[in-house]
């Protein structure tokens, strides 16, 4: 069964950094695309990143670019997202999800995505 754990939410300060960590385990197939969403209280849900095993590519979000980075450790099936200069407006659950399947280029995280993390809550706040 597909378990996605995500880790690494808080509160921090605006201006601050926090680094999520999603790790993917129960499947075996090599190709497969690991995104971060996030859902902010009263607002849709927004893709924020999206990596891809294929060549590593990404997609970042315009609110977020510059600011987020999105990596990933194929070994251990772990993607990570690095997020500096945080703002208030950055409040939100962060979910990670994945799409089991062949993406040559990460254009958009705008995938069924296949499994879903139960999400970890990034608080911006003085």
């Known amino acids: 069964q597909v378990q996605l754990v995500e880790s690494g939410g808080g509160l921090v300060q605006p201006g601050g950094s926090l680094r999520l960590s999603c790790a993917a385990s129960g499947f075996s197939r090599p190709y497969y695309a690991i995104g971060w969403f996030r859902q902010a209280p009263g607002k849709e849900r927004e893709g924020v990143s999206c990596i891809t095993s294929s060549d590593s590519s990404t997609y970042q979000a315009d609110s977020v670019k510059g600011r987020f980075t999105i990596s990933r450790d194929g070994a251990k099936r772990t993607v990570y997202l690095q997020m500096n200069s945080l703002k208030p407006e950055d409040t939100a659950v962060y979910y990670c999800?994945?799409?089991?399947?062949?993406?040559?280029?990460?254009?958009?995280?705008?995938?069924?995505?296949?499994?879903w993390g139960k999400g970890t809550l990034v608080t911006v706040s003085s």
């Open positions: 999800a994945i799409y089991i399947g062949f993406i040559e280029r990460m254009k958009t995280c705008d995938y069924e995505m296949d499994y």
